[in-house]
């Protein structure tokens, strides 16, 4: 089983319901989706991460890691690094695939796409080849990381550039500007980066969920979502 989508989410959570807590769950992927997936399902289940890379998290500070590989300890997740498989590995009762996302793009030019399918751009997120086509997000062949922080980042500087591409204008470049990272690491904790600085715990955890509350566009479903986490902080036995 993937997990990309809202509808990948609830299938998961329908299949694990009828899951003795005596289940195996292995994660594909030491990424950061396998690592909050990890973090939740320990709560029930004996959970393997088993990691492609040498390390969980390699893009991540070591500071961060470490703070992660901590909480992860603590939850007695079990993380097997280096690990590669064609077959699912062995004892493991029900496995979820982490290991990122590929684009959908619709039938192209091979030659304006990497080996992985993302778009090559340049400086300025105009596609290589293609005057007046940007492409940004997942997509985009960029060095920034793949989050959501970036696609942000990246619609704002092409919404310049069309209006300077009509003005006749130079375009503005792109440059990634991190504003830190935040990871769930399972209930009520959580582990944060905000230039260079690291934390962890219950503050973290509540400051993730706190700046996606503000994100969700409506107040309706904010309304429903703040009613949901704060359900959860109120009734979950710690
Ligand atoms: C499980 C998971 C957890 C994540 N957690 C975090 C997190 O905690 N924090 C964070 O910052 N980032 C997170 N990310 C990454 C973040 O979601 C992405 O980086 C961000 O959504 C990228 O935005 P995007 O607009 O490029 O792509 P998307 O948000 O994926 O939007 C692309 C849209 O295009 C549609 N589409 C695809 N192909 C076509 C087509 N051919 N024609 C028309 N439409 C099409 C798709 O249906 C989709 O709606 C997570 C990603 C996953 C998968």
Redesign the pocket.
């Known amino acids: 089983m993937t ?3 809202l509808a ?2 609830l299938h998961i959570r329908k299949e694990l319901a009828v899951l003795p807590h005596s289940a195996h769950i292995g994660i594909l992927g030491g990424g ?2 396998g690592v ?1 997936l990890a973090a939740e399902l320990a709560n029930k289940f004996q959970v393997t991460i088993y990691q492609g890379a040498p390390t969980i998290l390699p893009t991540a500070s070591s500071n961060f890691r470490h703070s992660v590989e901590n909480c992860l300890k603590k939850r007695k997740i079990n993380i097997i690094v280096n690990a590669h498989w064609d077959t699912p590995p062995k004892g493991v009762d029900y496995l979820i695939w ?1 290991t990122g ?1 590929k ?4 039938p192209t030019d091979m030659s304006i796409t990497t080996i992985s399918g993302e778009v090559l751009v340049d400086k300025n997120l105009r596609v290589k080849t293609a005057e007046n086509v940007f492409s ?5 062949a960029t060095f920034a990381p ?6 942000e980042q990246q619609a704002r500087v092409v919404a310049i550039n069309i209006i300077r591409v009509v003005e006749r204008k130079p375009l503005v470049p792109f440059s990634f500007r991190c504003r830190g990272f ?3 690491a399972g209930q009520f904790c959580g582990v944060g980066e905000i230039n260079g600085f690291t934390f962890f715990g219950f503050f973290a955890w509540w400051l ?1 969920r706190t700046i ?1 509350l503000f994100k969700i566009v409506g107040l309706l479903p904010k309304w429903k979502l703040a009613w949901e986490y704060t359900k959860k902080v109120i009734f979950t036995t710690r």
């Open positions: 997990l990309k989508s990948d989410a950061a989706t909050e982490c996302v684009q959908e793009l619709p940004l997000g997942d997509c985009a793949k989050i959501a922080q970036t696609a935040l990871l769930s993730k996606y």
